[in-house]
């Protein structure tokens, strides 16, 4: 049986029928043609699949397209905003955030999480905050050193870390 | 990887859920979806109708009820993780939820979900144990409440019946002179307990031990209370010597899980080693 979705995805609220079995990443792949979000491990260990959902960063490779009927979703191809990049993907460009570049969509995203918690995240702070994402690629450091990179320039630039019109996280508490 | 086809249920409140659960007694419950989802992948499970509890958002809360935290099944590990009710009341079990896989599956996995899925490995049954945490489960007929000592039976089992929703999680607010404190040794792939220990330690005026509870993850099939450890405990001395003693048999009389990463003999050790770390911790914070 088919169900009836909404999902706003980057701003643009997307209505289709889909199987209940449709995971989410491949909706976003292959029914939205949004290749960004990456499918690396499909295991819920990798965070390629990384996107944010309600303000919140999920593996989208572990959800079900209709749990995200309703939903506002930030994909990477939703970070940057009238062509200006987004303050974490200039920090992964100005520090070599990347290699190969399979992890950064979810990196990105994954860090984008982190500081809209911490804005002002210490090295170990920012490696517990990414410790759902791997990357086989960079060792690390030059990552952590975007994340630092965006921190600042998030600050100078008084913006939030996750832009809106995505939705901040919810108050839950 | 792609699960079974099924059909798929969206009840918007508990009563609807459990009609659902009534009218089709296979259905298989989905919370975060961050343990039955990769199961069905791997087709491990393939349940033919799956009953979304998702958007009931009366079963996402914390709340203080006087002297008792009352956490909705529904509330993510993120919550537990970051709530102040918690942080203020018993840290413990936000600590614990803290330990618990990623940011991502924090953000998605529910603790109704993880109590009741009743991993081996599973952080939170260390802690609720410790807590001395009461379930409530609902089905069509009302609710009961399980006490923390009932609610593991056996290796991904529970108390819960085939009709019933654990709907919250109820956890006494520790009172006296206490400490708390959770232990986990990560499995470094999985991120889940090789070992977890949480210990809740109450101490008297001369700074000895009142009162302690001890929870174990991840070295039986279930999680449990070591209760000599906890005997041996009571009226001791909290220094290094005393309580490295007073651990010695946190994994007596267990079947003590082995697998690749750890042999038994190994994680038996640990379990003593994280039982004293734990306890330790918790008697610091109590003083
Ligand atoms: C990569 C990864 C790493 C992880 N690491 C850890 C870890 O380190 N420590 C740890 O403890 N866990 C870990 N987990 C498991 C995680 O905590 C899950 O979120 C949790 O075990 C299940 O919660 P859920 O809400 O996702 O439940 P679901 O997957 O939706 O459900 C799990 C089971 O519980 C049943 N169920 C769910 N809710 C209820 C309810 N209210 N009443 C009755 N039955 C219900 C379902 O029918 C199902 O059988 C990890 C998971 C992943 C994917
Ligand atoms: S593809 Fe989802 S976590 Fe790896
Ligand atoms: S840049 Fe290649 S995996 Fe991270």
Redesign the pocket.
Known sequence: MAHAIAVTVNGTTHRHEVEARLLLVYYLREVLALTGTHIGCDT??CGACTIIMNGQAVKSC?LLAVQADGAQILTVEGLAQNGTLHPIQEGFWEEHGLQCGFCTPGMMLAAVQLLARNPNPTDEEIRHGLDGNLCRCTGYQHIVNSVKYAARKLAEQRLPAIPTPHAAEAKTR | MIPAPFEYHQPSSVAEALQMLTRLPEA???????????MMKLRLVSPTHVVD?GRIEALRFIRQEGQTIVVG?LAT?WMVESSDVVRRTVPMLGETAA????VQ?RN???I???L??A?P????PAAILALDAQMVAQNSRGRRTIPAGEFFTGLFSTA?AAD????EVRVPVPSGRSGSAYMKF?HPA????VVGVAALITVDGQGRCAGARVGVTGVGPVAYRPARVENSLKGAALDEKTVEAAAEPAAEGVNVNEDLFASAEYRAHLARVFTKRAVLAAAQRAK
């Open positions: 819920t260990s572990t | 298989k419950l989905l919370a975060g979806g961050h343990s039955l989802l990769p509890l099944a590990h330990r618990i896989g990623d599956v998605a996995g529910t109704g979900g993880s009741a899925h991993d490995a599973a952080d939170y819960l019933e929703i654990l709907v990560a999985s991120g889940f307990a």
